[in-house]
């Protein structure tokens, strides 16, 4: 009796300890060293090559509609995250301007802010909820600056893979780091 009792026991905890894990595994590193930032992505995604817009692309082989990008844009002066506002205050203005602004046909509402210090630099977390003409998606994004420039990494998926991938999404949204 004891012994099943034991057994039972190290089966609960291996799979415990085996869900744990599944969640790091999985991710690539991709380092940026000429504009000075790095990141983690899903494994199985491929780099995508998009004319005037992102600095660089990942997209999911099997889900085409999940990917990840970075973009970069100059900051004028020696200006900080917190002199462009709060983390709500960022986030709405990258809700008008980036995810879903005026005749794109989509909706962003901010659904969570906030913000977090690694390595002596600032970043603002941002989640939110964007509504297409076509389907309901989910985005996460981190937002950081750095030698005058404005780094913002964001990850999207279809709200119905949401709850299957936020674990790992978030996980990719914290390892964003700039230098």
């Known amino acids: 009796m004891i ?4 057994t039972m026991l190290l089966v609960v905890f291996s799979l415990t300890l085996t869900s744990c894990v599944s969640n790091v595994v999985g991710l690539k590193s991709h380092i940026d060293t000429g504009d000075g930032y790095q990141f983690l992505y899903p ?3 491929l780099p995508i090559a998009v004319a005037n817009g992102p600095d660089v692309v990942f997209r999911d082989l ?17 200006k900080t995250l917190a002199d462009l506002g709060t983390p ?22 901010l659904i969570n802010a906030e913000s977090r210090e690694s390595r002596s630099k600032n970043y603002y977390i941002l989640e939110y ?29 279809t709200e119905e893979r949401w709850p299957k991938v936020k674990a790992a999404f978030e996980k990719v949204v914290k390892s964003f780091s700039v230098y």
């Open 3 to 6: 012994k099943r009792i034991v």
């Open 43 to 45: 494994n199985g995604w």
């Open 62 to 78: 099997i889900q085409q509609t999940e990917n990840v990008s970075v973009v970069i844009s100059p900051v004028a002066g020696d």
């Open 88 to 109: 709500s205050e960022v986030g709405y203005k990258l809700s008008k301007n980036a995810i879903a602004p005026a005749d794109s046909g989509r909706e962003a509402e």
């Open 129 to 157: 909820a964007v509504k297409l003409p076509n389907q309901q998606r989910h985005n996460l994004a981190s937002v950081a600056i750095s030698r005058g420039k404005l780094f913002t990494l964001n990850i999207s998926t």
